[in-house]
């Protein structure tokens, strides 16, 4: 599990050209479907594809599969996903 944040104020951001959504890009970079919310005791089906940042990295961005309640905490909220979940959009 990594320790993130959300990025609020992102949903402007359009997944790079040939994707309809952050979800689809996400899918095809990971070779497999949205399931369950990555963030850690959450066991709602994940809906989006959110932006965050790890909290003990760099400037990196990352989609991440989140149900939308978890995608709606504020960027001043910790709390923790799956490693494998995080797909680096800015590397």
């Known amino acids: 599990m990594t320790k993130v944040k959300n990025l609020n104020g992102t949903s402007n951001n359009t997944p790079p050209a040939g994707y309809s959504s952050w979800k689809a890009w996400w899918e095809a970079k990971k070779g ?3 399931s369950t919310c990555s963030c ?3 066991a709602y089906a ?22 939308r309640t978890c995608n709606n905490q504020s960027s001043a909220v910790t709390f923790e996903v799956r490693d494998a979940d995080l797909q680096a959009v800015n590397s």
């Open 32 to 34: 497999r479907s949205f």
């Open 40 to 42: 850690g005791g959450c």
């Open 46 to 67: 994940a809906a989006v594809g959110a932006h965050v940042q790890k909290v003990y990295g760099g400037n990196e961005w990352y989609i991440v599969p989140l149900c």
